[in-house]
């Protein structure tokens, strides 16, 4: 058996040297040349220029006309962008506004009322600085008391800004909170005050004439505005109040403040009739609202 | 960034939330709240009396109660107001009154105070005078009587059982 072995020894070795040579030929080769390995097959319409989507600018078709055909497709992709993020002009818009809602909740048995004018400055369809400039009255003889409150018509005033959630889509439709800082100056009386001391068995009445006080309070409301024909919408809010600082007479304390409501509330309601100035040439138009993504 | 709006319209209601309202107390009149002591401590007066001087019909406030407290009205339509307080004390052989004097001088104002209180008066307080027969001494704690539970007297009662 080793006889065996030793006599093919030769051809052996032979047989292995020459399989390793032809392995590590086959090995350098596919080292060389690895791409040839994995080449994507070329799809017939790569070459193609694709037509540009439907709304596509002029300038950027034009582009693709004249056969600059890479422009064109940088061009096309930014006025995409564009028109998922329309981002519009600092001056969109400005609102005037009439807010006619307690005049008519007073139609309806309300004892005062405060009505103002108000103009609202659209930026970028999403910051609105606003003024209100208004006048309030009261006069109440509430069922159960002993007074008439008279507060004479006074005038009011507010400024503060919203801010429109919706400031993605068009001027039309807005999702607004709002912050107001108010202030008031006014004057009233209390007449007819039924004084009875049962103790003592006092029995008269007597009035407080010629008051006059201040108020100084913040308002944050959340609201709606819509839309409801050509360039008039409707847009109304609610709001949480609370007076910062007030006038405190030694005779008494006022019970109505325009522009507030009564001292002791903290919610009132805003409805405006509004009327909608365009700033921008295609503010309000229907070409300038923005696409969906 | 982002949450800036959030924050601040949160610290703004809780900022507007805090503003105080005023209340209303009891039946909507200024009424001074005497407070009664004896030897420095807050205590009821057991037999104790009160009545206006003056008031029609005789009318009393409290008549032989045990009271820590008593509010005194005023009268609107003049400048001073007296009460008169007295304690029933027995002794070893009897049961004597101990009669006081106690008067207000004043300036009643007219007030408006809300909606919900109404007019009503308030006064202007300017000096009180007593007898000392079973009242030791009189505090006057606040010169202004408006519609509040705030103590406006402070009556140091003698102890008669010593």
Known sequence: MRRLIDSTRPSFYRTIIVMTMVFTVALGSMAQEPDKRHVTPVKPETNQVKPPPKGTDEKIIQQYISGDSAKAVEEARKDSLRRVYYRYPRLTDLTIGLNLAEPLFMAFGQSYASADINATLNMWNRIQPTVELGLGWAKATPDDMNFTYKGKPSPYFKVGANYNFMFKNTPDYQALIGLRLGYSTFGYDVTDAHYVNSYWQEDFTFDITGQRSHALWGEVGAGLKVKLWGPVAMAWMIRYHGIFNYGKNTQSRPWFIPGYGPRNSSLSLSLNICYTLPLHRTATSSDNKPAQP | ?162
């Open chain 2, 1 to 162: 960034m982002r949450r800036l709006p959030h924050i601040v319209v949160l610290a703004l209601v809780l900022t507007l939330a805090a503003c105080s309202n005023d209340s209303c107390y009891d039946n909507g009149s200024s009424l001074p709240l005497a407070t009664f002591y004896i030897n420095g401590t807050h205590q009821s007066i057991p037999g104790l009396s009160i009545m206006g001087i003056g008031v029609p019909g005789d009318s009393l406030l409290a008549n032989n109660q045990s009271l820590d407290e008593a509010y005194l009205p005023l009268r609107a339509s003049t400048s001073s107001t007296s009460y008169t307080l007295w304690r029933m004390f027995t002794t070893a052989t009897d049961t004597v009154a101990v009669r006081d004097t106690i008067t207000l001088n004043y300036e009643a104002v007219p007030f408006f105070h809300s909606a919900e209180c109404g007019a009503m008066y308030n006064f202007y307080i300017k000096s009180v005078r007593h007898t000392s027969h079973g009242i030791d001494s009189v505090v006057l704690l606040t010169t202004l009587v408006t519609n509040s539970r705030t103590p406006a007297l402070r009556i140091h009662f003698t102890d008669l059982q010593q």
